[in-house]
């Protein structure tokens, strides 16, 4: 199947600083991605949807200021987290589609402190 | 807006057990649905998935699932677990509107399956 890389894999940053988080296609080019977050003991939640060459498609509840999604290439979806607060802290889960299949990364947990 | 209810948060089993994670979902319109895997460290991986036909689907590792389109449910079963099916399971639907509606997935709770050997 195909594989989606995501890094990094965990990130400590301090309150008020921004994070990237990466997300690339490693053996296919995906036009779209889609970024997900999960609390704890909670579900993934779709933030938004990546589309390259164009600006990301938020969620109803999702603030594409505090959230910026950049997909330059076809193989690269970054995501990042600005001023980030401890309220941020999630695991953040990328996924692209392939047909009518999903492939996920292996998400990056983000710890604000 | 849709939304996709795993009623059991922990299951715990013993090896050669029989399995059925409950999985409902609440949408009025045509739904696609998956069942995806998570083992430890590991990506979520689909275990199978629904789109028309048999209500009957068969996945990957022994898994099987039944869509009841009156219950709204598409439950998962395996008539034997082994102590590598422990993991965290989510259920999940989307749309069925074909193009990137696929990715746009509504998942489940999720559901940790501890099995014991």
């Known amino acids: 199947g195909a594989v989606v890389s995501q890094h990094p894999s965990w990130v400590i940053c301090k309150s008020g600083t921004s994070v990237k988080i990466e997300c690339r296609s490693l053996?296919?080019?995906?036009?779209?991605m889609f970024w997900y977050r999960q609390f704890p003991k909670q579900s993934l939640m779709l933030m938004a949807t990546?589309?390259?060459?164009?600006?990301?498609?938020?969620e109803q509840g999702v603030e594409k200021d505090k959230f910026l999604i950049n997909h330059a290439s076809l193989t690269l979806s970054t995501l990042t987290v600005t001023s980030a607060h401890p309220e941020d802290s999630s695991f953040y889960i990328c996924?692209?589609?392939?047909?009518?299949?999903?492939?996920f990364g292996q998400g990056t947990r983000l710890t604000v402190v | 807006a849709q939304s996709v209810s795993q009623h059991n948060h922990h299951v715990i089993l013993s090896e050669a057990a029989s399995l059925e994670l409950g999985c409902n979902y609440s949408?009025?319109?045509?739904?696609?649905l998956f069942w995806y895997v998570q083992y430890p460290g590991q990506h979520l991986q689909l275990l199978l998935k629904?789109?028309?036909?048999?209500?009957l689907v068969k996945g990957i590792k022994g898994f099987e699932a039944e869509f009841i389109k009156s219950k709204f449910s598409f439950n998962l079963r395996k008539p034997s677990v082994q102590w590598s099916d422990t993991a965290e399971y989510f259920c999940?639907?989307?749309?069925?509107?074909?193009?990137?509606?696929?990715?746009?997935?509504?998942f489940g709770q999720g559901t940790i399956l501890t099995v014991h050997p």
């Open positions: 053996d296919f080019q995906a036009t779209t």
């Open positions: 990546s589309n390259e060459g164009s600006k990301a498609t938020y």
């Open positions: 999940a639907v989307t749309l069925n509107a074909g193009g990137t509606s696929y990715g746009k997935l509504t």
């Open positions: 996924s692209a589609q392939v047909h009518t299949e999903a492939f």
């Open positions: 629904y789109f028309s036909g048999d209500p």
């Open positions: 949408y009025g319109g045509t739904v696609n």
